[in-house]
């Protein structure tokens, strides 16, 4: 498929080849079950294209069957994935209709619990990313551009370091969003941070390039001709976002490119499990990363993982068994 095709030297990729092989195949497996429906349902054209085989008729008569049997997180995640395949197979046609009916899920969808809403960085960031790379692509304006790579970078940044939302609000550049030598710093000073303690965390180098876009590009499109030292601006206003307005539009983000409404303090609670999970040998990792100055503060997370990763062991091995009776 072209969408898939890797990119060569001096040769763009096709669309989808920045995604993660897992990321594609997800994305291949969600078309491939929307195809079996047209054909279940006499509407597969053997013969047709994207644009001709993804139409409302056939969409809210695929919507129509998923809420027959599947939760409404699975709803809005089967077409979020049909918009992203469809946009990634036909780039040049317009499915904003989609993105329409989309929202319109989204805006009735419910997570049944803290537990159901809990997710791992490694998703957090990918989601980010992914939503830059696709405002980079499919972006129509200057603007649309700006904001989808701001939206973008505020997942991923905030998912790598979930610090308080009141100081991932207030970063601004060149005092508590400083470069030094080419990489990037948060630097939160000690009277700012709940532990009353000095709070520095170097950005990882694979998001360099993509901060220093957003600040040399997209950030002075949002700026409107104003100029402050705010790392995250308002679309709307050219000022910065206010911390509520922040955590709102984090909340709805996550909400619409995951199908699960992540608060900022969900994503200290990410990265506290996330530690658990992959950092079992360092026993205090989550207490540093949330900048916690007591270890037990954070022992619910560690628990919670545990038993997280118990129950994915425990699904290979019933997996195994129901293979081989």
């Not at 610090?163 to 000690?190: M, Y």
């Not at 955590?247 to 530690?275: N, Q």
Request: glycine residues 6%; aromatic residues 6%; hydrophobic residues 40%.
């Amino acid at each position: 498929m072209e969408a898939l095709r890797p990119a060569q030297r001096l040769r763009r990729g096709g669309a989808a080849s920045h995604l993660a092989p897992v990321s594609q195949a997800d994305i291949a497996n969600r078309y491939g079950l929307y195809l079996d429906y047209l054909q279940r349902s006499g509407r597969l054209d053997p013969d047709g294209n994207t644009m001709t085989l993804v139409t409302t008729h056939n969409v809210q008569g695929f919507v129509a069957e998923l809420r027959a049997r599947v939760r409404s997180v699975t709803v809005w995640n089967s077409i979020y994935k049909l918009r992203r395949a469809a946009q990634l197979i036909a780039p040049a046609a317009d499915f904003q209709w989609l993105t329409e009916i989309e929202k319109d899920i989204a805006l009735v969808m419910n997570s049944r619990s803290k537990a159901d809403r809990l997710v791992l960085t490694e998703r957090l960031v990918e989601a980010g990313l992914t939503m830059i790379r696709e405002a980079e692509m499919f972006g129509k304006t200057e603007l649309a551009r700006a904001v989808g790579v701001r939206n973008g970078l505020l997942i991923a940044l905030l998912a790598l370091h979930p610090i308080r939302v009141k100081n991932f609000a207030a970063l601004t550049i060149a005092d508590t969003f400083i470069n030094v030598d080419g990489k990037w710093w948060l630097h939160i000073p000690s009277d700012d941070t709940k532990s009353h303690r000095m709070d520095e965390r170097q950005v990882p180098a694979f998001m360099t390039n993509v901060v220093n876009r957003y600040i040399d590009v997209h950030r002075a499109v949002l700026c409107r001709g104003t100029e402050h030292p705010a790392l995250w601006v308002s679309s709307t206003t050219g000022r910065q976002l206010t911390t509520k307005n922040l955590g709102t539009l984090i909340s709805k983000l996550t909400r619409e490119t995951i199908g699960v409404d992540v608060s900022p303090h969900l994503f200290r609670t990410a990265g506290a499990s996330t530690a658990a999970v992959y950092g079992g040998n360092h026993p205090h990792l989550a207490s540093a990363l949330l900048n916690h100055r007591d270890p037990r503060v954070t022992e619910e997370h560690y628990n919670r993982s545990m038993g997280l990763s118990a129950g994915e062991e425990y699904a290979l091995i019933t997996k195994s068994y129901r293979q081989h009776p």
